[in-house]
């Protein structure tokens, strides 16, 4: 099998053996992004010398007994986590030449541990967006089929993960910007609780839903990777002070005692159904794995994409507030006066989405229209907050799709914002509500287009998610089936 086939887990192994190296591994890498990048387009930036000397670092920290479970690991990075000294956008044109004087706190983790950053992948411009075409540096395709979406905001690292350009990549996931991606590409993403993983050096889109989560070609991989993600962080005031397991160990066969809840809201109208077909099938799997069906309620659910386009902008319109032509970022040198220059720099730094949304966020934070948006998205935020409570004092883990519908054509949907914001109508109510989620692949369409399944647990249950996931994947034909390219 080619390296870059491989697993974390399978890596893993082969690096205690000594069957290869980290610069080995690295190279078959770098090998793979030469071949196949011009097709898929999952990179913005590569970091080709600095990962070949960073994985003869960790061949070195091996060698003398040091470094982590990632060490030697190839990784990409989505490019809206700060990396000190490598080029960070966040597929914006504002921020084109912004080189962090720092790093995000999960890349000092996986520093530590001796992983290899093999550049950072191509997203939705500040992750806004659901089909990754609205980066300002060209659309990354799906590995699957290229005239379709990879999904967003994470695109880039779901289909660089796919087309085997990485071992595991990180994503942000804001309204369902891990898991969307992930299922489109096949993969499998998990966004963990909302403060389970640090944000610090994560650039903000809207920072009471922003998550960073791993994207993986398997459920082992992905409680690998959150073991290097979790824990508290001192520099992020969200950050919660919880345990963190090893995750690893909830990766046990037999789903007995367990009961799954399936939202009788997500299997509503505008659910594609191949996709309904697909999810059934998965459910039914977790059945024969011991696990009891029951259906529950989220009632709120329909009102989730309408509170989550008034918070997610105007949480966007002051966080993008900074971005103005004179601290940082792109700024345009012919203006005459100073409200010339915020206008003219933002103008041309920022693309259409990003545009609409920070009018919207502004809007609904006026003066006169606070109450009526901003407060009332929040009350509706509570509710929905309730709604999955009440849904986990009846079951251990809820299950559904990811996304309505299996991936759109590259520009089917440009002209109609509207309908690509429903295509998150199932993962953001996670997001508003704080919870868990993730992604794994459950089958393919008629058209060979994965489909995944998505799992959401009760808030820090990540390792009942992971255990439902893995037994999943045990009974389904689908991990490890790759596209051709």
């Known amino acids: 099998m080619e390296l870059s086939a491989l697993t974390i887990h399978e890596s893993q192994k082969l690096l205690a053996t000594g069957a290869t190296s980290s610069v080995a591994l690295t190279t078959a890498f770098l090998a793979r992004m030469a071949a196949v990048e011009p097709t898929v387009a999952a990179y913005i930036t590569e970091n080709r010398e600095q990962a070949l000397l960073q994985a003869a670092a960790a061949d070195s920290m091996r060698a003398r007994g040091a470094g982590g479970p990632l060490c030697g690991i190839p990784l990409a990075i989505k490019d809206v986590i700060c990396t000190k000294g490598l080029r960070t956008t966040a597929g914006s044109r504002i921020l084109e030449n912004f080189i962090p004087p720092y790093d995000a706190t999960v890349m000092v983790k996986l520093q530590e541990q001796g992983a290899v950053c093999l550049g950072k992948t191509s997203m939705d411009e500040f992750a806004m967006g659901s089909g990754n075409e609205n980066c300002a540096f060209g659309t990354p395709h799906n590995p699957w089929n290229r005239d379709y979406i990879c999904g967003g905001s994470s695109g880039g690292s779901a289909a660089a993960v796919a087309a085997d350009e990485c071992l595991a990549s990180l994503g942000s996931d804001t309204g369902g910007s891990i898991r969307q991606p992930a299922s489109h590409c096949g993969m499998v993403g998990l966004k963990p609780t909302y403060g389970r993983v640090s944000r610090f050096g994560l650039l903000a889109f809207a920072s009471s839903l922003d998550q960073i989560g791993p994207i993986t070609k398997d459920v082992t991989d992905a409680a690998i990777m959150l073991n290097a993600l979790a824990g508290h962080d001192p520099r992020d005031s969200t950050s919660a002070r919880q345990a963190t397991p090893d995750y690893t160990r909830a990766l046990v066969t037999g789903l007995t005692g367990l009961t799954v809840g399936v939202p009788r809201e997500y299997f509503g109208a505008g659910l594609d159904p191949e996709v309904a077909e697909v999810v059934r099938h998965g459910i039914d799997q977790l059945k024969a794995a011991g696990a009891e069906i029951k259906e529950v309620s989220l009632p709120h659910t329909e009102y989730g994409v309408a509170a989550y386009y008034i918070i ?31 206008s003219r720099s933002r103008s041309q730094g920022f693309g259409e989405e990003v545009k609409r949304r920070i009018l919207i966020g502004t809007y609904a934070l006026s003066s006169g229209y606070y109450d009526a948006y901003y407060k009332k998205a929040s009350q509706v935020r509570t509710l929905i ?6 849904a986990f004092s009846q079951c251990d883990i809820l ?11 590259i520009g089917e949907k440009v002209s109609d914002p509207l309908s690509v914001y429903l295509s998150d109508l199932l993962t953001i109510p996670g997001n508003l509500a704080g919870v868990p989620g993730m992604s794994v692949p459950c089958g393919f369409s008629s058209s060979g287009l994965p489909i995944g399944l998505q799992l959401q647990a009760s808030h820090f249950d990540e390792e009942t998610m992971l255990r439902v996931a893995y037994n999943l994947e045990q009974r389904l034909d689908v991990a490890g089936r790759k596209p051709l390219l």
């Open 385 to 390: 907050v309730e709604d999955y409570r009440q």
């Open 399 to 409: 299950v559904s799709p990811v996304t309505p519908t299996p991936a759109w054509k």
């Open 312 to 342: 997610a902008p105007a949480e966007a319109s002051s966080n993008l507030a900074r971005y103005d032509g004179i601290r940082y970022g792109r700024r345009d040198m012919e203006a005459d006066t100073l409200m010339e220059l915020y």
